[in-house]
């Protein structure tokens, strides 16, 4: 099995380079010059909560690592910065951001990338710790992390050594919160969150003299729809990306619990706990799911529109992708992406209900003790999901240890890493850029969709490089029905879809958290900003474009 496939989406040919490991002083600070900062400031996560105070201030360290052979020293800050409302100029809301920035770098050649995770209502600290900063914790996935003590290494996969990082965390988590008068709800949809994101990148490169510098976004989860909407607002504010890394994305809302786009993960989940009734058991992941994908387009569909009327060798062929019996398939009306009464996914509950375990949403390979308690999961928070109670005490306790103890930024007030809040009171209506507005569901309620936005930004700036990454047992946002979503955005130009690129992990829905999946893509992160920074060309084209898009009035 190979750590990355690519497929169906604008292929290009992926490699795997394993970084060396770091030395035994990378990450130490150097000594003198650190900042450390408390702060007293109180800030609340609750729809109606504000704060007062209008200052910039942060912790700020120093540090070392290594990567690839390649000694880097970098400063760390953390801390806030004050939004304004584009109109008025006044303040609005302090966002807590995490910067990574490697010292002595030029403006115009550093790259700088902006991470946030998703929910809606989640902090960036997931991606902050897992991912690509330079340090990272440990983990046992896909198996369970025991408690503490815990611990975090550096990380020989970090991209610090492509780009300078900067970690946002929306208003609401975090320590990011509305100033008064304005509260935290009015932050709290689609638009008013990209706008706000919008702002405090647009501070960041103000306040950091970076506005020349290459731009990049990494979204994960509800932060890719982020991302569609806030890449077309940073265009028509004079803001063009070089690139745009979607990771597990959720872009047409409507798609949610689709069994087309969903069966090749439950293959894939099959697969790796050897529940297929395919013999011999294929041996390539991505050889498989391509395999299974062109049967869910075709005899699969076909089938799901016929029901009740069936195809005894379609059902036959389903049972063997599965690994779940005909009459139950039956039962379940060949619907694989159900769900029963108490929200429970019936095929996750299912696979292995013979052993009393059930598979984890966010990651098909965890397993956990099938209590009946995990409901089902939206992709705004891990509630009692195998896969988030898998790793949630190491990120808590290893976070707390990292923000007060190596980069020396303490405060009061109580962390928000999930505001379930901000997801009860998120206003999900939008309408793109192409005019669309997917309208309403049987239930009221309105249907998110953002790949118009993806598409329509992509068109404008046709040196903007798009990177799809996505697990193979991501049940959350299921690869397939990214690559559906992708193929089917409002982008005639098929040069401009050249910019575009999907890879597929055997990992799921945090695809770093799985080490070779994180170096893999790593890797190919690493060519993508190789590729956008050498091409002078494109580099000319884009600050152009940037200079000449005349800012609209808010």
Same mark, same amino acid.
């Given at each position: 099995? $190979?750590?990355?496939?690519?497929?169906?989406?604008?292929?290009?040919?992926?490699?795997?380079?394993?970084?060396?490991?770091? $030395?035994?002083?990378?990450?130490?600070?150097?000594?003198?010059?650190?900042?450390?900062? &408390?702060?007293?400031?109180?800030? /609340?996560?609750?729809?109606?909560?504000?704060?007062?105070?209008?200052?910039?201030?942060?912790?700020?360290?120093?540090?070392?690592?290594?990567?690839?052979?390649?000694?880097?020293?970098?400063?760390?800050?953390?801390?806030?910065?004050?939004?304004?409302?584009?109109?008025?100029?006044?303040?609005?809301?302090?966002?807590?951001?995490?910067?990574?920035?490697?010292?002595?770098?030029?403006?115009?050649?550093?790259?700088?990338?902006?991470?946030?995770?998703?929910?809606?209502?989640?902090?960036?600290?997931?991606?902050?710790?897992?991912? &690509?900063?330079?340090?990272?914790?440990?983990?046992?996935?896909? /198996?369970?992390?025991?408690?503490?003590?815990?611990?975090?290494?550096?990380?020989?996969?970090?991209?610090?050594?492509?780009? +300078?990082?900067?970690?946002?965390?929306?208003?609401?988590?975090?320590?990011?919160?509305?100033?008064?008068?304005?509260?935290?709800?009015?932050?709290?949809?689609?638009?008013?969150?990209?706008?706000?994101?919008?702002?405090?990148?647009?501070?960041?490169?103000?306040?950091?003299?970076?506005?020349?510098?290459?731009?990049?976004? &990494?979204?994960?989860? #509800?932060?890719?729809?982020?991302?569609?909407?806030?890449? %077309?607002?940073?265009?028509?504010?004079?803001?063009?990306?070089?690139?745009?890394?979607?990771?597990?994305?959720?872009?047409? #809302?409507?798609?949610?619990?689709?069994?087309?786009?969903?069966?090749?993960?439950?293959?894939?989940?099959?697969? !790796?706990?050897?529940?297929?009734? @395919?013999?011999?058991?294929?041996?390539?992941? /991505? $050889?498989?799911?391509?395999?299974?994908?062109?049967?869910?387009? $075709?005899? %699969?569909?076909?089938?799901?529109?016929?029901?009740?009327?069936?195809?005894?060798?379609?059902?036959?062929?389903?049972?063997?992708?599965?690994?779940?019996?005909?009459?139950?398939?039956?039962?379940?009306?060949?619907? @694989?992406?159900?769900?029963?009464?108490?929200?429970?996914?019936?095929?996750?509950?299912?696979?292995?209900?013979?052993?009393?375990?059930?598979?984890?949403?966010?990651?098909?390979?965890?397993?956990?003790?099938?209590?009946?308690?995990?409901?089902?999961?939206?992709?705004?928070? /891990?509630?009692?999901?195998?896969?988030?109670?898998?790793?949630?005490?190491?990120?808590?306790?290893?976070?707390?240890?990292?923000?007060?103890?190596?980069?020396?930024?303490?405060?009061?007030?109580?962390?928000? =890493?999930?505001? =379930?809040?901000?997801?009860?009171?998120?206003?999900?209506?939008?309408?793109?850029?192409?005019?669309?507005?997917?309208?309403?569901?049987?239930?009221?309620?309105?249907?998110?969709?953002?790949?118009?936005?993806?598409?329509?930004?992509?068109?404008?700036?046709?040196?903007?490089?798009?990177?799809?990454?996505?697990?193979?047992?991501? %049940?959350?946002?299921?690869?397939?029905?990214?690559?559906?979503?992708?193929?089917?955005?409002?982008?005639?130009?098929?040069?401009?879809?050249?910019?575009?690129?999907?890879?597929? !992990?055997?990992?799921?829905?945090?695809?770093?958290? +799985?080490?070779?999946?994180?170096?893999?893509?790593?890797?190919?992160?690493?060519?993508?900003?190789?590729t956008t920074v050498s091409n002078t060309q494109a580099l000319f084209r884009?600050?152009?474009?940037?200079?000449?898009?005349?800012?609209?009035?808010?």
């Amino acid at each position: 099995m $190979t750590n990355t496939e690519s497929a169906s989406v604008s292929p290009q040919s992926s490699h795997n380079t394993h970084a060396s490991s770091a $030395t035994a002083a990378a990450g130490a600070s150097h000594k003198g010059g650190d900042q450390p900062f &408390f702060d007293p400031v109180a800030y /609340g996560n609750g729809p109606d909560d504000s704060v007062t105070d209008t200052t910039e201030t942060a912790a700020i360290t120093h540090h070392s690592t290594t990567i690839g052979g390649q000694k880097i020293n970098y400063t760390a800050t953390a801390g806030h910065l004050v939004i304004v409302d584009p109109s008025s100029s006044q303040p609005e809301a302090k966002m807590f951001y995490v910067a990574f920035t490697q010292d002595n770098q030029k403006e115009e050649t550093r790259p700088v990338t902006f991470f946030y995770n998703g929910g809606p209502g989640s902090s960036s600290v997931f991606v902050l710790l897992g991912s &690509f900063a330079p340090r990272r914790i440990k983990t046992s996935m896909p /198996g369970f992390t025991p408690p503490a003590p815990y611990s975090m290494e550096d990380n020989p996969d970090s991209l610090l050594d492509k780009s +300078d990082l900067v970690f946002i965390n929306p208003v609401g988590t975090g320590y990011s919160a509305a100033i008064a008068p304005k509260t935290n709800r009015a932050f709290w949809g689609v638009d008013q969150d990209a706008d706000s994101i919008k702002q405090f990148i647009k501070r960041f490169l103000t306040k950091n003299n970076r506005w020349n510098s290459p731009k990049y976004l &990494f979204g994960e989860s #509800y932060g890719t729809a982020r991302s569609c909407v806030l890449a %077309y607002r940073l265009h028509e504010d004079g803001v063009d990306l070089n690139g745009i890394t979607l990771q597990s994305s959720i872009l047409d #809302y409507t798609q949610s619990g689709n069994p087309v786009g969903a069966l090749p993960t439950t293959a894939a989940d099959a697969w !790796y706990h050897k529940k297929l009734g @395919i013999a011999p058991r294929p041996t390539d992941l /991505g $050889t498989f799911a391509e395999e299974v994908a062109q049967f869910a387009r $075709t005899d %699969y569909l076909a089938a799901l529109r016929k029901f009740p009327t069936t195809d005894s060798a379609t059902v036959e062929k389903l049972s063997e992708y599965t690994g779940i019996d005909k009459t139950t398939l039956l039962a379940w009306s060949l619907d @694989i992406a159900s769900y029963d009464s108490r929200g429970n996914s019936l095929f996750l509950t299912t696979l292995l209900k013979s052993q009393g375990l059930a598979l984890g949403e966010y990651d098909g390979r965890v397993t956990a003790i099938n209590t009946g308690i995990a409901g089902k999961i939206d992709p705004n928070s /891990g509630g009692n999901d195998p896969t988030m109670t898998a790793v949630t005490g190491v990120y808590t306790t290893m976070w707390n240890v990292y923000l007060n103890e190596q980069l020396k930024y303490t405060s009061n007030s109580a962390f928000t =890493d999930l505001n =379930d809040q901000a997801f009860q009171y998120w206003d999900f209506s939008h309408i793109d850029p192409t005019g669309a507005q997917k309208g309403l569901d049987a239930k009221g309620n309105i249907i998110l969709y953002t790949a118009g936005d993806l598409a329509a930004v992509m068109a404008l700036n046709p040196d903007l490089k798009v990177l799809s990454a996505n697990g193979f047992f991501d %049940y959350v946002t299921p690869f397939y029905q990214t690559v559906l979503d992708l193929q089917q955005m409002p982008l005639v130009s098929q040069q401009v879809r050249q910019n575009l690129s999907a890879r597929f !992990y055997p990992s799921g829905h945090m695809v770093y958290l +799985d080490g070779g999946s994180r170096t893999a893509l790593k890797a190919d992160l690493a060519k993508m900003y190789d590729t956008t920074v050498s091409n002078t060309q494109a580099l000319f084209r884009i600050r152009a474009l940037q200079a000449r898009v005349v800012q609209k009035p808010k």
